[in-house]
């Protein structure tokens, strides 16, 4: 089993409060209230319903985010919901291993039933999303294996893994031949990662398999175009979902060492971080890649979910510091953006201006009776909020780094089986003053590598008491014989910075309090916020304070007309039905840096 070495991480502040309502209200009680999860798997042959194509993919999505959250907070009733998902798809699982919601005649390699084609209004006999399916299964499976050790899970996962590849390569079939390749070649992400735990040769064997027919006519050819110099956006295959078949890419330069792949994989994650990651750090447009952040449109839940997926293999493939940053800026803003007030809905669009509705209401096509809540972003929530516990703080080699700042507690286990607990004392990103608790079970000498985020022009940092020195953006490497109880102390530049928009956007600049996006909201800031025009200057003068009413801060300034208005985090944007634009008109912004991300301007 893969040794998570960040064993804990318990979050407190606005995050915690949150994070642990979504776990308690939608995860702890999923199968309570949609019995149907299972019920379309296990009546697939007796009373096949009308479902959407993707539906298979639903239990796996839940269960990945219920790993994550075990894995931050350990609570039994997460543990106990997820074994029960566990045993839900072992029950449902075919004597041969599948694991979809599918009648036989159709498995895998099938077609949509003529009426759900009907009822939804796809064109002609659309192929099945079934392998699909079976990689966000076999996901969730490793991934709760991954944080229990609990065995049916990985059992499970192999069973499900071996129907696939009997269906296909035990057949003489191609992967490809499934059609929907942009979907259903994921599968090989899931199948190296499955080598990975087994060592059996033929899931390393069938994922390359699955590599080279995205060589074939229709089936994405993303390698290939990206070692050729394409950006994601200009391939025929640019929707989201092949986020996830991209993922093979690192996962296999990993185990087989092969350039080819980082080289490739490395151009694809560029060109969408370049091109297609909004300023909330969401990514899509209509639900794929479109060559311009600046463009107005649908954001998707499930889009920014994959790219934070990405940006989880990008950070294990380099150990960037600045991929950090773009997770914080993915997860503070869009992610958080994408959960509802009530802390158990989420949304299909987080957009850059306007609404936030709920799934239930927006996707509410996607559900089945008995599954009130079954659509496609509603079970990808909890893993976007989740993912943080990927990359919040670990072990690099006997290092230390520390990627993820506000007040929480962490343990961590290293590769000796030493233990390390680190707290930190903090209202970050309200303040930027980090104070870090360091508890090794001994004196104990390494380096601890803090990230200094790219946007914090001037950052000090004091140890153990000692002279503050000035960090550049990176990782700042402290090496000592720590000893329980030694400090860390961070301060880091709040000032605000500016990413100033171009193309449709041009004339608009976007508005950072650190990390954090900020937002004027018809709820929230007082004013006709169509008519708010601002001063750099009043910006860089304005004061920011623990927002009221469950908000996470607000940020008082006053616009050109001497009015006081106060700006919420993206987070908080959109409340009750409210109306919110995060690309406001700022006189004179600053222009973009050379040395610095775009949305760190000053």
Known sequence: MIQENLRRLQLGGYLGRRLLNNEKMWLDRVLEDDPALFAVFRERDTQPRCIVPWFGEYPGKLLTGMAYFYRMNGREETKATGDAMVAALSDVQDADGYLGPHPRAQRLHGHMHPDTVSVFGWYNDPPLWDVWGHYHCIYGLLAWYRATGGAQALHT???????????????????????????NLAIGHALVLLYRETGQRRYLEAAIATVEEQKKDGCGGWLDAALQGQAFWQMPLHRWEALHAIETLAELYRETGDERYARGFTRLWQSIRDFDRHNDGGFSNGEGAVG??????AVETCCTVAWMALCVDRWRMAHEPAVLDEL???????????????DRIFTYDVPMNGLRQGADTVLAWQTVEGGRDLSCCQANGSRGLGQVVEWAAGYLGEDVFIGFYGPCRMELTGPDGQHLTVEQQTDYPVGGDVRIVLEPDEPRRFTLRLRIPGW??????????????????????VTRLWRPGDTVELQL???????????????????YHGPVLLVLDTGASGVDIDTCVFSRAALERMTVEPGRDGRWLAAHTEDTSGRSVTLCAFADGGRDGAWYISWLTVQDPPQPPQDRPLWAAR
């Open 328 to 342: 914080e800026l993915s997860f503070f803003n869009a992610a958080m953006g994408s959960l509802m007030p009530d």
């Open 157 to 183: 996962a192999c069973r499900a893994a071996d129907a696939v590849c009997d269906h296909f390569l035990g057949s003489g079939r191609s992967f490809s031949s499934a059609g929907e390749a942009d979907k």
């Open 456 to 477: 914090s022009a001037h950052t000090k940092v004091r140890v153990c008491g000692g002279e503050p020195c000035a960090a550049e953006s990176g990782f700042f490497a």
């Open 493 to 511: 530049d709040m000032t605000p910075h500016f990413w100033p928009g171009r193309e449709e956007m041009a004339g608009k600049t976007s508005v």
């Open 292 to 297: 311009d952040p600046y463009r107005l449109g």
